[in-house]
Protein backbone atom coordinates (compact mmCIF):
# COMPACT_ATOMS: atom_id res chain seq x y z
CA UNK A 1 0.00 0.00 0.00
CA UNK A 2 1.54 3.41 -1.03
CA UNK A 3 1.96 5.86 1.45
CA UNK A 4 -0.32 9.33 0.70
CA UNK A 5 1.06 12.05 2.39
CA UNK A 6 -0.82 14.84 3.57
CA UNK A 7 0.13 18.37 2.76
CA UNK A 8 -0.36 20.90 5.85
CA UNK A 9 -0.25 24.47 5.57
CA UNK A 10 -0.82 27.80 7.76
CA UNK A 11 -0.93 30.89 6.44
CA UNK A 12 -1.10 33.76 8.55
CA UNK A 13 -3.33 37.18 8.01
CA UNK A 14 -2.62 40.30 10.32
CA UNK A 15 -3.60 42.66 7.66
CA UNK A 16 -7.00 44.07 6.79
CA UNK A 17 -5.73 45.61 3.12
CA UNK A 18 -9.16 44.34 0.79
CA UNK A 19 -6.28 43.10 -1.78
CA UNK A 20 -4.23 40.94 0.43
CA UNK A 21 -7.23 39.65 1.64
CA UNK A 22 -8.77 38.69 -2.13
CA UNK A 23 -5.27 37.05 -2.79
CA UNK A 24 -5.27 34.84 0.71
CA UNK A 25 -8.79 33.58 -0.96
CA UNK A 26 -7.48 33.18 -4.20
CA UNK A 27 -4.16 30.95 -3.03
CA UNK A 28 -6.61 28.90 -1.01
CA UNK A 29 -8.85 28.32 -3.61
CA UNK A 30 -6.06 27.61 -6.05
CA UNK A 31 -4.47 25.12 -3.31
CA UNK A 32 -7.53 22.60 -2.85
CA UNK A 33 -7.74 22.64 -6.48
CA UNK A 34 -4.22 21.69 -6.86
CA UNK A 35 -2.84 19.49 -4.31
CA UNK A 36 -4.37 17.02 -2.23
CA UNK A 37 -4.77 15.70 0.43
CA UNK A 38 -4.09 18.95 2.03
CA UNK A 39 -5.17 20.44 5.47
CA UNK A 40 -5.28 24.22 5.38
CA UNK A 41 -5.39 26.85 8.74
CA UNK A 42 -5.67 30.31 8.05
CA UNK A 43 -4.44 32.11 11.23
CA UNK A 44 -6.00 35.80 11.60
CA UNK A 45 -4.25 38.45 14.47
CA UNK A 46 -4.16 42.24 14.69
CA UNK A 47 -6.07 43.88 11.67
CA UNK A 48 -6.35 40.76 10.00
CA UNK A 49 -9.26 39.37 12.32
CA UNK A 50 -11.64 41.51 10.37
CA UNK A 51 -11.53 38.83 7.74
CA UNK A 52 -13.51 36.88 10.21
CA UNK A 53 -15.96 39.41 11.36
CA UNK A 54 -19.54 39.01 10.78
CA UNK A 55 -19.88 41.13 8.08
CA UNK A 56 -16.65 40.61 6.03
CA UNK A 57 -18.06 41.25 2.10
CA UNK A 58 -16.21 37.63 2.06
CA UNK A 59 -18.24 35.58 4.17
CA UNK A 60 -19.80 33.45 1.53
CA UNK A 61 -16.46 32.56 0.25
CA UNK A 62 -14.81 32.14 3.35
CA UNK A 63 -18.70 29.73 3.83
CA UNK A 64 -17.52 28.03 0.94
CA UNK A 65 -13.44 27.42 2.13
CA UNK A 66 -14.78 26.10 5.13
CA UNK A 67 -16.71 23.35 3.78
CA UNK A 68 -13.86 22.37 2.10
CA UNK A 69 -11.96 21.94 4.96
CA UNK A 70 -10.36 25.21 5.75
CA UNK A 71 -9.95 26.53 9.37
CA UNK A 72 -10.33 29.60 10.02
CA UNK A 73 -8.94 30.58 13.29
CA UNK A 74 -8.83 34.12 15.54
CA UNK A 75 -6.62 34.81 18.19
CA UNK A 76 -7.97 35.22 21.25
CA UNK A 77 -5.30 37.56 22.50
CA UNK A 78 -6.24 40.50 19.80
CA UNK A 79 -9.95 39.75 20.38
CA UNK A 80 -8.75 40.96 23.85
CA UNK A 81 -6.95 43.71 22.97
CA UNK A 82 -10.15 44.80 20.98
CA UNK A 83 -12.52 44.61 23.82
CA UNK A 84 -14.22 42.14 21.09
CA UNK A 85 -15.44 38.57 21.63
CA UNK A 86 -16.16 35.97 18.90
CA UNK A 87 -19.95 36.94 18.69
CA UNK A 88 -18.77 39.17 16.31
CA UNK A 89 -16.99 36.86 14.37
CA UNK A 90 -18.74 34.68 10.96
CA UNK A 91 -20.02 31.39 12.97
CA UNK A 92 -17.75 28.97 11.48
CA UNK A 93 -14.44 31.33 13.26
CA UNK A 94 -12.73 29.01 15.87
CA UNK A 95 -10.19 30.91 17.98
CA UNK A 96 -6.68 29.92 19.35
CA UNK A 97 -4.97 31.63 22.80
CA UNK A 98 -2.27 33.64 20.70
CA UNK A 99 -1.69 33.60 17.07
CA UNK A 100 1.97 33.65 16.82
CA UNK A 101 2.33 31.06 19.30
CA UNK A 102 -0.18 28.63 17.17
CA UNK A 103 2.20 29.40 13.81
CA UNK A 104 5.22 28.43 15.40
CA UNK A 105 3.62 25.35 16.89
CA UNK A 106 2.08 24.50 13.69
CA UNK A 107 5.96 24.86 12.19
CA UNK A 108 7.08 22.95 14.57
CA UNK A 109 4.61 19.95 13.71
CA UNK A 110 5.86 20.40 10.60
CA UNK A 111 3.08 22.56 8.69
CA UNK A 112 4.27 25.05 5.83
CA UNK A 113 4.06 28.69 6.44
CA UNK A 114 3.25 31.61 4.48
CA UNK A 115 2.07 34.76 5.31
CA UNK A 116 -0.17 36.95 3.51
CA UNK A 117 0.73 39.50 1.91
CA UNK A 118 2.64 41.07 -1.12
Not at 12 to 27: A, C, E, G, M, P
Not at 46 to 62: M, N, T
Request: charged share 20%; glycine share 8%.
Amino acid sequence: MENIATYKVVFQISNNDTFVQKSLLRQLTSLLGTITPIRIEVVTHGYGIDLLLGDSPYRSKLQTLERHGVRFLACEKTLANENMDTSGLVDFAETVPGALAHIIQRQTEGWSYIKAGY
